[in-house]
């Protein structure tokens, strides 16, 4: 067993979601690296230390590069906000350390690209925490995908709906709500929610090649909590884009975070000749999949006992779900960051990068930063063609 000394920079949301992954992933995977709780890096030393104290980290840092240097860090992990991403990701590989990232990778794709490069040149592990890839249910349609049972496919339809951000005296700025600052996140629903969608989509059904897309902001001006001053909302609140798949099949994506009553919901649907799958984060046990029946004789019919069947997710056979409970036994959203930690940890073990890495996650990329120069000219936007491993 070898010890992986995690430098953590980030305290937030997502900060507890991989400390918890960190601290649990060898409880229920067999792994021959163990991750440390090293160091927790936040700017204010008492917030940091709380973090710390609360989580079990054994030191703390106040200053991100401070962290880097130390020669008992062995990975780093990017858990601020997006406009920090670029400038942590490229010291922490110049210094030699495994890099991962919270989604999405960058504030645009020059950034991405730069990244990108440097942990390749510097030749060291990296993953982007698209978690939803390890929902044993998203994961179940991977599979479906991958056994043919979707055949060709015709449409793809992903939805990403919150409804934090109606009330106009939401600020924007400052701890949670950076991501209503371009200054800060890059963009609005399309780096944060659509990034996931995309993620997901190109995953089960192969690279965007081009879209054409719709963005509104609806509240223009909110105050913000750095300056106190009311200052124009430059993020996207909604965004809509249609697209084309390298495979031929056609998509259409929506995201808001003003869709009232809904609050993580996170849909996709993929129709093909064989077959359709539907799922939704808000139910996430259960994958919805409609075969069209099979015969004897191999051949495609529909009859009587023809319909939806929807799988609860929780069988030693789906994904994942072996090292889990026992079937019926759910898991949820925390278990996703587990699953995402050890096929990462198991990939390096292995010598096979496992995905999304961050020339993955450039790729989503290149298709957020198409969808906003879309809705800038009104016009189809072409996604650079990039052969990746997915
Ligand atoms: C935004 O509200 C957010 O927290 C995203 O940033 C996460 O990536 C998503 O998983 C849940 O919603």
Redesign the pocket.
């Known amino acids: 067993m070898k010890d992986l000394r995690i430098g953590m920079i980030g305290y937030g949301?997502m900060g507890k979601a991989h400390s918890n992954a960190y601290q649990k992933v060898n409880r229920f995977f067999d792994l021959q690296t163990r991750p440390v709780l090293q160091a927790l890096c936040a700017r204010d030393q008492q917030i940091a230390q709380q973090f710390a104290n609360n989580w079990g980290y054994a030191s703390v840092e106040s200053d991100w590069r401070a962290l880097i240097e130390r020669d008992d860090i062995d990975a780093v992990d990017i858990c601020v906000p997006n406009h920090l991403h670029r400038e942590i990701a490229v010291a922490a590989a110049e210094a030699g350390k495994w890099v991962l990232c919270e989604?999405p990778l960058s504030m645009n794709v020059a950034e991405a690209v730069e990244m990108t490069e440097a942990v390749e040149k510097a030749g060291v592990p990296n993953m982007v925490w698209f978690n939803y890839r390890r929902v044993p249910a998203i994961a179940l349609a991977k599979q479906l995908v991958d056994e043919g049972r979707i055949g060709k496919p015709f449409h793809y339809r992903g939805t990403y709906l919150?409804d934090?951000t109606i009330a106009e005296d939401v600020p924007q700025g400052g701890a949670t709500l950076w991501?209503l600052d371009a200054a800060a996140a890059g963009s609005g629903v399309t780096g944060?929610?659509l990034a996931?969608s995309i993620d997901t989509a190109m995953w089960l059904n192969g690279p965007i090649t081009r879209v054409v897309a719709d963005t509104e902001t609806f509240v223009r001006e909110r105050m913000h909590q750095d300056t106190g001053q009311v200052q124009p909302v430059e993020i996207d609140d909604a965004c809509m884009f249609l697209a084309r798949f390298q495979n031929g099949s056609m998509g259409t994506f929506e995201s808001t975070r003003y869709a009232r009553g809904r609050k993580?919901f996170n849909t996709f649907e993929l129709n093909g000749h064989d077959g359709s799958c539907h799922f939704d984060l808000e139910d996430p046990q259960y994958l919805d999949f409609y075969e069209h029946t099979r015969k004897a004789d191999g051949q495609k019919v529909e009859d009587h006992l023809t319909g939806w069947r929807r799988i609860h997710t929780t069988n030693f056979e789906h994904p994942y779900m072996d090292r889990w409970w026992v079937p019926g036994c759910t898991i949820g959203y925390e278990h996703t960051f587990i699953n995402a930690l050890a096929d990462f940890l198991i990939g390096v073990e292995k010598g096979e990068a496992a995905q999304p890495d961050f020339r993955c996650a450039l790729q989503t990329q290149m298709v957020c930063d198409a969808v906003l120069e879309s809705a800038r000219t009104c016009e189809w936007a072409n996604v650079p063609g990039m052969t990746v491993k997915r």
Request: proline letters at 0%.
């Open positions: 949301f989604k919150q934090w991501r944060d929610l996931h993580n």
